[in-house]
């Protein structure tokens, strides 16, 4: 038929609809499974996967998608590039190999591991130095024959680009690119001649790293990459993918020599099919249109989607286009199916995985007019209508309150260094005041109690006293060791969102909407589905009962507007700035129920703000704008003796310290582990003036620091910091750790407090 449009995908969730990925890889390391069976377990995962996407009716299904660990390091990794620090000989990489760069061994410490692009799935980043690369293995060859003979699938193999991964990779200078890529060229152009000869017709090169902007001599390094591909391997038909963002300039892409081009529809704000519209279709080039979201768990409003398909099938011909999900359906969770404890009306708007696949042989199918996709066309519309319908998506009383917010102050009543006076004589804190981040040690003990209580073991009344039983241990502890500022510890929390997620209106949890997160490790993010607003409060019955046990302060603990946004599915109906605001005026409550409980030390944790930046440079001012903003509504309504705290986490702020001056918190601690000396230093440039800890030793290690090494950090820090604006505090929360290396470490930190103290 002429009008039907192919259907392709980009990637499948690896983990399995059970996750028995990953308790296939965890049996394997934990040595309870031979390498043969993690072999043909992880096959007979693979092979249903490629069924399922099979009996989606996807055309082009995407082979080497699959990974016992990571697509970058399976990239890395195939070409022979091991770090020095592992013995490697260059033969063949073994599997223990291959997951001692993912994950140390004895005697190398593992690979650094990092977000990939703007997504919460995180890779391992290949260190490349002087090594020549060599083709140890053909992954995509053998993940091509492996679904041609298991399954009878031509498979699409699926392939990191060239720029993105050196883009994605450390080791060189960013002017020795072009030469590095000199030496990748050869076995990039090997690999796709073994394709080639194999009889391949389609591969899938990903390039994301386009859309975060590539400068003229990028642009001239893509074009030399592709020129060379396209002469050396001239029977094979390659798809340029990019997604996440827009691919700009389109011209420049355009004039790839590649058979077609997949951009995202999706997110990149209008502008790929603006471009198309400005400057044609190349009648030869097949475009892979992503168009159904392959970031978020929501059904798509599918009359849209056949509107765009329409439209770009009259400007590529509906025989050069590709319908495809916007992104590797990685960043989803699996199937809805198995989630039977949501309302019906819920359950019907959520598309995972296999329901998004469904959707896209849905829109082909109606495309080319059939009868029957109409009729499910019609049901995915009621489906939609009925959830949009739910009165708790569209609250009165908290449209009001968000539009109240224009009348609302949005900034303290005094400004930092007014205020700032009135808190030193309130609070009368030693110079270096030593505190820390909030969590305490999270021990099998706590955890077994909560479960206890879920399960209806125990009563409430019974959890709440064990709770109350640790947390009078924890401040009989800080107390003892000479802490100024105490917390409570964080013992009745699982998690510093599905905690609050769970007290607030507006959330839903999935059973299984798990999504990988790195290697093994998945994580289940709590969804906002309605207006988010305050029910009750939320932790003034734990905070204060720490503050009746000591006459020392206690910061009351609160997770911020954006950190609970970024780490939760949104609803797509609204702006993420407009569910950052609702989350706000919710907090701002709950602030104020802490103050008027006399709770005045809050501290408003915002590890996340970074994880929200926008790829291109362009919006991110708008971003950090509305984040700020949303920050400074949850805690500006506080008396001016009110001392508000914030944390962050990870090291890479030197570019955001104006955004973070602007948040205006008394006091911000931030995790320092890997770039200490160079961060005081911005933040003394940028004439920061509040006060700040900048961790004094790492808490990701059991490792128990040295009095030494801390009043070395310290001293640095004093260096270039004002001692009043300094304080003392571990670089992050003591969850991961056991109590006696706790309490050793901050036994240490407070003796290198007075130490520093004394000097001062
Ligand atoms: N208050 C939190 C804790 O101590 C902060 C956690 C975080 O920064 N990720 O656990
Ligand atoms: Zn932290």
New binding site residues.
Partial sequence: MANQVKVSNLGYPRIGKNREWKKTLESYWSGKMDQETFRSEMADIQLQHLQTQQAAGIELIPVNDFTFYDHVLDTAAMFGIVPPRFDYDGGEISLDLYFAMARGNAGATACEMTKWFNTNYHYIVPEIGRQTPRLTENKPLAAYRFAKERAGIEGKPVIVGLYTFLKLSKGFAASETAEVAGRFLPVYVQLLQELAAEGVAWVQIDEPAIVTGASEEEWKLLDTIYQTIASEVPGLNILLQTYFEAAEPLEALLSLPVQGLGLDFVHDGGTNLESIERLGWPADKWLGAGIIDGRNIWRSDLDTKLELVRKLAALTGADHLILQPSSSLLHVPVSVAGENKLKKTVKNALAFADEKLAELSLISAAFAGSEEAAAALQASREALEAFRALPERGRQDVAEQVRGLAQLPDHRSLPFAERVKLQQEKWQLPLLPTTT???FPQTVEVRQARLKWRKGVWNQERYDQFIREQIESAITLQEKLGLDVLVHG?FERTD?VEFFGEKLAGYLFTQGGWVQSYGSRCVKPPVIYADVAFIEPMTVKESVYAQSLTKLPVKG?LTGPVTILNWSFVRDDLSREEVANQIALALRHEVLALESAGVEMI?V?E?AIREGLPLKAEDREHYLNWAVKSFRIATNHVKDTTQVHT?M?YSEFNDMIDSISAMDADVISIETSRSHGELIVSFEEQEYDKGIGLGVYDIHSPRVPAVEEMTANIDRALRVLDPEQFWINPD????TRGWQETEDALRNMVEAAAIARGKS
């Avoid at 992050?732 to 969850?735: A, I, N, Q």
């Fill in positions: 981040i909030g969590s964080e510093m603990m501290q944790d590890p944390h986490c992050c929360g003591l969850k």
